[in-house]
Nanobody, 114 residues
């Protein structure tokens, strides 16, 4: 059974940084594409960043030049380095891995507030 566990969220002031981690308990992690999503209160879940199994990355316009997505296949791990955080980055961040099936983590809360 696939399990994804996110960590690294918390409360941070505007302009601060956080690094989110997602550890996947699964075989063949390196064959899956991976994504980070954010769900703000009362809003739909939106795609923040993705990195496919070949290392190709993509970002939402709102986080370009501030966030960096990367993965370590040897550790079955996905990361999101978030810099210059803004209040609008607040939400629950979910890790996602996909191939023929899609799997989700339980999410980690990020709150950007002074």
């Amino acid at each position: 059974q696939v399990q994804l566990v996110e960590s690294g969220g918390g409360l941070v002031q505007p302009g601060g940084s956080l690094r989110l981690s997602c550890v996947a308990s699964m075989f063949g992690f390196d064959l899956y594409g991976t994504r980070w999503y954010r769900q703000a209160p009362g809003k739909q879940r939106v795609l923040v960043a993705s990195i496919d199994r070949n290392g190709t990355v993509a970002y939402a316009d709102s986080v370009k030049d501030r966030f960096v997505i990367f993965r370590d296949n040897a550790k079955n791990s996905l990361y999101l380095q978030m810099n210059s955080l803004k209040p609008e980055d607040t939400g629950v961040y979910f890790c996602n891995v996909y191939r023929s099936l899609t799997f989700w983590g339980q999410g980690t809360q990020v709150t950007v507030s002074s």
